[in-house]
């Protein structure tokens, strides 16, 4: 499981707090210190595997016992992820995920399953904690790809799916605390507009209520988890599943929904996915650039560095530079091929969970550039 501290860290790149300028060829030349991790490893491994971002370790061990008893590896995948989307702890996906500017939760999830080449995903659903089973239905019960909105959750329900409220009693506070601090323009107190209590408040105390969210969950935070699976026969399937960017617009797709850009894979080659600034990875197709990258040879430690290198040379708004010559975005890759090679990179330091015939674990990504100063 993601701890709050990697969710936060990963997402502080992703935020407003790093600053950059220049591309990535004159700062990995000249100024960056190159990457802070030689993985690589898993390219040499082979036999049946699941991988997943960091936030995936109990999701790579149940999709591998599932593997295991012969599931199909979209379900492995997606019964994996449900434990995340399942977990209040993890703000990022499913229940307890953090909700748009509008404090609703809305989530995206799709599917991809190797041997068909179909894909199922669902995008801004609410009220529904599991996006990727309404995403693996959607690709086994429809001849669509793509349910979205109202759609979607119109769908979830035929299909027999329970509604709820995903906010839960933190990702409330945590919204509430930004929506509060946004400007001191409107007619909300930002906590330093506050005059302090003469003794103790009901608002915060006993239930200590307002104390519960510190200020670096006001940031603009992404998350998400991908997990791909190859069973021993070379069969694969892959998942991704998010509540997206926090605050965000009402109605905003990220990459998790948009096969190509989140998620990928293809019979004949691997699987490959992001989690991060899903606006970039829809830019830069980066899933599908992973798997095409292993189709023409690369390794997947190869395809998902240099995904991630791509992401930052292309990151041409001046949003996403920063002064001191550094990315302002952060994102991970992964990537699977068909024999069970793998790998993993990201932007700034990161982590994925692997599980093969060895265990489960939990590993650094090869990073291009290192979160310390
Ligand atoms: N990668 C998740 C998102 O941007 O929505």
Redesign the pocket.
């Known amino acids: 499981m993601t701890t709050r501290r990697e969710f936060l860290a990963s997402a502080t790149v992703a935020g407003t707090s790093l600053a950059v300028t220049g591309g990535l060829t004159s700062s990995l030349r000249a100024t960056q210190p190159g990457p802070t991790v030689k993985n690589g490893a898993g390219d040499a491994h082979r036999g049946p595997c699941v991988i997943a971002s960091g936030n995936g370790l109990r999701a790579v061990e149940r999709a591998m016992e599932l593997l295991r008893q012969g599931y199909d590896p979209a379900d492995c995948v997606v019964q994996g992820v449900r434990i995340v989307e399942d977990d209040p702890e993890d703000m990022s996906v499913g229940y307890g995920g953090l909700p748009n500017e509008d404090g609703i939760v809305e989530l ?1 999830a799709s599917v991809m399953h190797g041997p068909t080449h179909k894909s199922g995903a669902v995008g801004c659903l609410r009220n529904i904690r599991n996006p990727a089973q309404v995403a693996l239905l959607v690709l086994r019960r429809t001849n669509h790809c793509l349910l979205v909105g109202d759609g979607a959750l119109t769908f979830a329900r035929q299909m027999g799916f329970a509604e709820q409220d995903l906010m839960t009693e933190k990702s409330r506070l945590a919204w509430l605390k930004w929506k509060a601090n946004t400007s001191k323009d409107d007619f909300w107190l930002d906590d330093d507009q506050r005059d302090p209590p003469a003794g103790k408040t009901w608002d915060q105390d006993p239930a200590g209520r307002l104390s519960v969210v510190d200020t670096a969950d006001v940031m603009r935070l ?3 988890i991908h997990c791909s699976a190859v069973t021993a026969t070379g069969d694969i399937a892959g998942c ?1 599943t ?1 509540s ?2 926090s605050w ?1 617009i009402p109605g905003r ?4 929904p948009i096969i190509g850009a ?1 998620n990928y894979c293809d019979n004949d080659v691997g699987s490959a996915g ?6 970039s ?1 829809i830019v830069n197709l980066s899933a599908y650039t992973m798997v095409m990258l292993m189709e023409q040879g690369k390794t997947p430690q190869e395809a998902a560095t240099i995904a991630a290198k791509r992401m930052v040379d292309k990151a041409k708004e001046k949003r996403l530079k920063g002064p001191d010559g550094r990315p302002a975005l952060g ?1 991970s890759f992964y990537a699977v091929r068909k024999d069970g090679a793998y790998g993993a990179a990201s932007i700034y330091d990161g982590s994925f969970a692997v599980a093969d015939s060895t265990g489960a674990r939990v590993l650094p990504t090869e990073a291009l550039y290192s979160s310390k100063r």
């Open positions: 995206d992404t998350g998400t991704t998010t997206g960017l965000k797709l990220g990459d998790s989140g992001c989690t991060g600034r899903g606006e990875a994102c």
